[in-house]
């Protein structure tokens, strides 16, 4: 069973930065690809981040320039630093990693930031 912990969130102030982690029960590069999600009270989970196995990124319009995502392949983790944050970043965060034909998520962590 794949268990994938995330930790980081919290409450920051608008202009601030945070750092997501995720952690892997197992070697990351057995997923074609792993990324952060996030999800607004009364909004749809949107994908903010994703790295593929190969190391190609992707971003959401609204957080390029802003946040990055990186990976250490020998921890097992996957970071999202997400710098100048802005009040509409405030949502809950999960970590995501596709494999095995199917999607794996973490719990979730939540993130604040306030104006």
């Known amino acids: 069973q794949v268990q994938l912990v995330e930790s980081g969130g919290g409450l920051v102030q608008a202009g601030g930065s945070l750092r997501l982690s995720c952690a892997a029960s197992r070697s990351i590069f057995t997923f074609s690809s792993m990324g952060w999600y996030r999800q607004a009270p009364g909004k749809q989970r949107e994908l903010v981040a994703s790295i593929t196995r190969g190391g190609r990124t992707n971003y959401a319009n609204s957080v390029k320039g802003r946040f990055t995502i990186s990976r250490d392949n020998a921890k097992s983790t996957v970071y999202l630093q997400m710098n100048s944050l802005k009040p509409e970043d405030t949502a809950v965060y999960y970590c995501?990693?596709?494999?095995?034909?199917?999607?794996?998520w973490g719990q979730g962590t939540q993130v604040t930031v306030s104006s």
């Open positions: 995501n990693a596709v494999g095995d034909g199917r999607d794996y």
